[in-house]
């Protein structure tokens, strides 16, 4: 497990969205997370979609299930896979300024709170499918993000999570230069391996159904938003004050650190496929 120098709190994660909230929606769009590229002739949002597709067939929704979105964003996955599949969402997110956008963008049967998943709230056994799109990365307490998905998730109950991986036994050059910056600049708590998230998942009571990297299919995004942010930052004065003051300047401008740890192999991007028995 990668573990920054300094450490992360769920308050730091609510803090860096809220604060940086202006910029990921014009970087990212509403959906903050990669896009997914099969042909590699798809627009940057078809590739969004077809990510939170490929999350919802594994999943196998159907009509009327009670779902659950750990690390909803702005909600937009949610909002895609009540309309597409007929199902009931409830979705968390640390982040106010991520639940006023989405307050904005009703959509029947679709429910954002502002809650800490690792203090959900939930009664357990009352979810027949959960999912986590690159927002297990910022759990504080890793082992208790799958503890918790397993408790609230009826028997049989499918979780699939996206997740940003370390590269398995990672050298110490990746590592200092790489991972723990990528930590330390995304507000990451830690940062686990393929095994790491297996293990966990197995400790937690579930059964690793499937497992697919996709790295080579997502890393695109980060060419794509460095684009976008050249141009915000190019046009947008209040872009240019968030992006460059002391706090974001890593997070913000780390995106070539981002695009060399795909290409060098350090970081991956994995896709888990969990039934609890």
Request: net charge neutral; with cysteine; charged share 25%.
């Amino acid at each position: 497990m990668i573990v920054p120098d300094i450490s992360q709190s769920a308050e730091a994660v609510a803090e860096h969205y809220d604060e940086l909230d202006p910029i990921y929606r014009r970087v990212w769009g509403e959906h903050v997370h990669h896009g997914l590229w099969a042909t590699g002739r798809e627009t940057a949002g078809a590739a969004v979609e077809a990510l939170v597709d490929t999350v919802g067939d594994r999943l196998g929704l159907t009509p009327g299930q009670a779902c659950v979105d750990i690390g909803c964003g702005y909600g937009a996955t949610a909002r895609r896979l009540a309309v597409l599949h007929g199902v009931r969402v409830t979705g968390f997110t640390l982040s106010e300024e991520q639940a006023r956008y989405a307050a904005g963008q009703p959509v029947p049967d679709v429910e954002i709170r502002v809650r800490d998943w690792l203090d959900n709230g939930l009664a357990g056994a009352t979810a027949d499918a959960a999912w986590a799109i690159e927002s297990s990365e910022h759990m504080v307490d890793k082992p208790r993000f799958f503890a918790e998905a397993h408790r609230v998730l009826s028997p049989g109950g499918r979780f699939v999570i996206c997740a940003w991986l370390a590269e398995t036994n990672a050298g110490g050059l990746k590592v200092r230069h790489l991972l723990e910056p990528i930590c330390r600049e995304g507000r990451l708590p830690s940062m686990g391996t393929r095994g790491d998230y297996e293990a966990m998942a197995t400790a937690a009571g579930f059964t690793v159904t499937g497992y697919e990297d996709v790295s080579r299919r997502v890393a695109r995004t980060w060419t794509i938003c460095a684009l976008r942010l050249v141009k915000a930052l190019l046009v947008d004065r209040e872009a240019r004050r968030l992006a460059l003051s002391a706090g974001n300047r890593g997070a913000v401008l780390g995106i070539p650190r981002m695009i060399l740890a795909y290409r060098c192999g350090a970081l991956r991007y994995g896709i888990f496929t969990l039934q609890k028995a």
